[in-house]
């Protein structure tokens, strides 16, 4: 007995170390918090043997991408393997299993095999970004890095809270170019985040050709807030975004602001003012003066066929039509031309997203209403059978700036420091805003101030994280004071992605 006793000592002595020095599954630094999260003792190793096993063909794309992501700091070949892989070597498996939501993911690590099962690509696509943050961040890193890379032992059981998260990018106060929006999407994509609206027409430029109305980019997309350059999406541009944000589960939603926010429409096309004279080029700040003439038929066939090149190159659901801040059309006039547009819409086989003001018209099924400034209008939406999306201006918008200290940004919804962006949950946000009538979340980046990436990175980083966790975590999981010991973990994974962020004295980075 006496023996036994020693034994068992000796056993625990050597094994306690090795668990000490692993953290826990549960204490993991993921961004979004995973529903769920079971601890095991041990951990999983990547060594030079380690081997990417895809239990289907059609997840082959997914186990390349996975071995992109971590040859090049582990310096590791990683080979891809079917079922005919080395069973003695460790092994990161990716399998369907028909058990979770389309969105949802289940990642098992055992000593030997880590293995990410989903029902859908998208769905294995968000267990190997969990997989990411389980890993020590340098894995970013692009050279080889003396570094071992373990997990530690256990189960995470994840799916959102939420289908729809997302970004909305401003690419008309001052044009992005294509390979911004890239590397926005990649960034975008490492936090879950399922769309990116962009916003692409505004008083100060246009930026998206339309082959039958050339002028749009050509004059009107020439220049920008504080009069740049400009600049403008080709269809084969705007393709390409759409393509690499499909491989990263990222829906493009598109927008055309109408029937306000359109100077640069109308400084293009005389035939689209109800006086027949094409407007001057704008490149100040100030909204709220420009309007298509609602009550000309060739508006009509403008929209139709802005709406009809659009639809046939977006594979997504959703065509954004704006409607915000028409302080320039009649209310009556307002009203008829919403009915109108999202016909339009409708006709092209889409389905209408506009801010909360168009909750004024007539809403179609199907049409959503995005909150951002008015409750009232949200309400009135929910009252004609809208869902809302979720964009309130205090807590929601990234070009506010964060404290009276920041160089870039607005501040007419009040500084929004990263708790603020975090602070707050979607159905506690208003009264008669439930649940059941929320769509999910969306963070607009307007761009009056910013003109380079480093000042997109700057405004969006780290806020866009905190929305992407509201998003997918449901709110009694989230507390202020532990998001924030994970954020000081992923600041060092976005220093390692050279991202631009702001290093908010809140955190302790
Ligand atoms: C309001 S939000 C706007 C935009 C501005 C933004 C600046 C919305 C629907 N309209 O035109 O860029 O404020 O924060």
Redesign the pocket.
Known sequence: MRHLLITVLCILSFSIPTIEAQNLLSENTVIPKPFEVVNRDGFFSLNSSAQIKFEDVRLRPLAHYLQDLLSPATGFDLSLRDINYVKDNPVIALAYSDEMTEEGYQIDIRKTETRIVASTNKGIFYGIQTLRHLLHESIELNDIQDQEYNIACGVIKDQPDYSYRGAML?VA?HFFKKEDVMRYVDLLALYKINTLHLHLT?DQGWRIEIKSWPNLTAHGGSTAVGGGDGGFYTQEDYRDIIQYAEKRFITIIPEIDMPG?TNSALSSYAVLNCDHKTTELYTKMR?GFSTLCTTSDSTYIFIDDVIRELAEMTPGPYIHIGG??SDATPIDEYITFIDKAQTIVNNHGKKVLG?DEIAHSKLYPNTIVQF??KEKNALMGIEKGAKVLMSP?NNA?L?MKYDANTKIG?R??GYTDIDEAYNWSLEDFADGIDKEDIIGIEA?L?A?TIVTIEDLEFLAFPRIIGIAEIGWTPTRLRQWDDYKLRLAVQGKRLTNLGVNFYHSPLVDW
Do not use: I, Q, S
Request: hydrophobic letters at 40%; proline letters at 5%; aromatic letters at 26%.
């Open positions: 401003d106060r505004d926010h909204v915000d801040e801010w951002w400034r201006a918008y070009d607005l007419w919804a607009p307007w009056e």
